[in-house]
């Protein structure tokens, strides 16, 4: 079966699959508290099927490695049902699936029995006040604590933990978190802040980059580089000197990785998106459910991945030096901010980071 390359000549491998665009959480940069949503009615979300179904055809298409996300995948019934699908088809070698850690104490056990390999957990602050604010008050600190716990204990190991790092908000707690999860049972990844949506009033004076992260922990827990697993993996890893772990950063601001992309996105309502940051989704429910052989979504897809050309992050970093080049000029830094603000990346939540 052919893999499809896109426009810039990169193959398919990476699927990320939203089976909600619910969230028991309000993340202040993700989905905050203030807004209201109109979620997906429940008959247009993809059935377990139907999600299996598409999984296989990507399968055939060079995809190998399928993220569960939401929303808050945690929150869809019987989800041990899909992922004892997932883990039964032929060619899928790496299943995992991100998630705000609250409900993994009941949950951890019986996904890692159905076949779930790995989890990563999303925790943005060790201090309850902080985190309660960035989860817009929901949820709490010692219940996803206790879920990366549940994780570890059930073997989904080693747990990834993802810090979204926030200038002024949670850069203060960036080495205390690194303390909190070192060791081989947990691989910490800090991300840099990112414009995804539209919703998180994004500001580039609020990123604080890769390279500052790194320098902190540093000059408290020596670091080494250590080379990347995948030539697409989105993180740099580091290990400590004193072989007390590795921790991570994902510097999609300061460092793009777009010419080593080969992730799509499935959202909850069956849109194909080809990047984090696409307006468009390529409906393929609609084909799906009116019938389209697995050969004709197969070809669908292939021309769907063949026309792809996104490069979002490395557009979005070219803007920003320019607009720092022209000493942040109104215009251009206006530019920049409206090219970040305008294209509608409203279903960022739907579509699972
Ligand atoms: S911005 Fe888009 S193309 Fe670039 S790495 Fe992210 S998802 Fe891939």
Not at 212 to 219: G, L, T, V
Not at 262 to 284: E, I, M, N, W
Not at 319 to 340: K, N
Request: overall charge negative; aromatic content about 6%; glycine content about 10%.
């Amino acid at each position: 079966m052919s893999q499809p390359r896109d426009q810039l000549g990169r193959s398919l491998t990476d699927l990320r699959i939203s089976v909600t665009d619910r969230c028991n959480f309000r993340c202040t940069f993700c989905m905050p508290e203030d807004r209201e949503y109109d979620f997906v009615p429940r008959a247009e979300v993809l059935s377990y099927e139907e999600i299996l179904r598409l999984a296989r055809i990507f399968v055939s298409r060079g995809v190998h490695k399928v993220r569960v996300t939401g929303g808050e995948p945690l929150l869809r019934r019987d989800l041990e049902r899909l992922i004892e699908g997932l883990a039964a088809i032929e060619g899928l070698d790496d299943l995992a699936l991100t998630t705000n850690g609250l409900l993994l104490p009941k949950k951890a056990e019986s996904l890692h029995r159905a076949g779930l390999q790995r989890v990563t957990v999303s925790l943005h602050s060790l201090e309850a006040a902080t985190f309660s604010r960035l989860a817009g008050g929901r949820g709490d600190l010692a219940g996803v604590l206790a879920g990366i716990e549940a994780a570890a204990a059930a073997g989904l190991t080693p747990v990834k933990i993802n810090t979204v790092v926030i200038q002024g908000v949670n850069d203060h707690e960036i080495v205390s978190l690194a303390r909190r999860f070192r060791g081989d049972e947990f691989v910490l990844r800090f991300i840099e802040y990112m414009d995804v949506g539209t919703l998180n009033a994004w500001d580039p004076a609020s990123v604080v980059s890769a390279e500052e992260i790194i320098r902190r922990i540093d000059a408290e827990l020596p670091l080494e580089p250590a080379p990347r697993r995948h030539a697409n993996d989105v993180a740099k890893r580091y290990r400590y000197r004193d072989g007390g772990g590795e921790v991570g950063v994902i510097a999609s601001i300061t460092e793009p990785f777009c010419g080593d992309c080969t992730r799509a996105r499935l959202s909850a309502d069956g849109h194909l998106y080809t990047c984090l940051f696409s307006a468009v989704g390529h409906d393929l429910k609609a084909p799906l459910r009116a019938g389209e052989s697995d050969a004709e979504l197969g070809e669908r897809l292939d021309t769907i991945w063949g026309r792809r050309s996104d490069r979002y992050s490395e557009e979005r970093s070219a803007r920003l030096e320019r607009a720092a080049a022209s000493g942040g000029s109104a215009e251009a830094s206006d530019e920049a901010s409206d090219v970040l603000a305008g294209e509608a990346r409203v279903e960022m939540f739907r579509i699972g980071g």
